[in-house]
């Protein structure tokens, strides 16, 4: 694989990293829309468990957001570092 093609790779990483934290964001929404409606219930079952499930949630939805930006500054450097946008002007007139 050469080096756009990690690079590409790496794009597409961080697409996927951004549709997750999307899912985990929508997700805590969700949760929050059946407390929510568990207003007007009041189960007990629901208020107890529900903030343990959005606890759980809210915590994975942070280490998304932070390996999302630790592998975009990754990304970032190596792009700078191996000096993609010649290789890829290079590859083009190529």
């Known amino acids: 694989m050469d080096k756009i093609e ?36 009041g189960i007990e079952m629901l208020e107890t468990k529900l903030v343990d499930v959005f606890v759980a949630v809210d915590s994975n939805l942070n280490l998304v957001s932070s390996l999302e930006e630790e592998f975009q500054e990754y990304r970032d450097k190596f792009y700078k570092d191996n000096k993609i946008d010649a290789l890829k002007a290079a590859q083009e007139k190529g």
Do not use: F, G, W, Y
């Open 6 to 41: 990690k690079v590409e790779m790496m794009d597409k990483i961080l697409r996927e990293l951004e549709d997750l934290r999307n899912s985990q964001t929508s997700v805590m929404k969700k949760i929050s829309k059946i407390e929510a409606d568990n207003i007007n219930l």
